[in-house]
């Protein structure tokens, strides 16, 4: 089982990217995944997690500024990130049941 996230980097506060965590190893379908980060210093935080009927839910520091989608023919799950801001400063990574995958750093500063 393999989760590689990938498309952070520097961004201007304000600003978007859109982040990826291909999956490898078993098929997404049927279950619910993850988005979370880590910033230096701090704990993990889970972010978005979306469920095999395509619902979402998210924590309140991203409520509203990000969405998590999946897309199920490419075995892949995205997070589409706006409106950021310095805070959101970290390694962002997916999870599947307990297990974390490879994370991207995404870094927002002027």
């Known amino acids: 089982v393999q989760l590689v996230a990938s498309g952070g980097g520097l961004v201007q506060p304000g600003g978007s990217l859109t982040l990826s965590c291909v999956v490898s190893?078993?098929?997404?379908?049927?279950?619910?995944l993850t988005w979370g980060r880590q910033a230096p210093g701090k704990e993990r935080e889970e972010l978005a997690t979306?469920?095999?009927?395509?619902?979402?839910i998210y924590a309140d520091s991203v409520k509203g500024r990000f969405t998590i989608s999946k897309d199920n023919a490419k075995n892949t799950v995205i997070l589409q990130m706006t409106s950021l801001k310095s805070e959101d400063t970290a390694v962002y990574s997916c999870?599947?049941?307990?297990?974390w995958g490879q994370g991207t750093q995404v870094t927002v500063s002027s």
């Open positions: 190893g078993f098929r997404i379908t049927p279950y619910a």
């Open positions: 979306i469920g095999t009927d395509g619902t979402a």
């Open positions: 999870k599947w049941r307990t297990t």
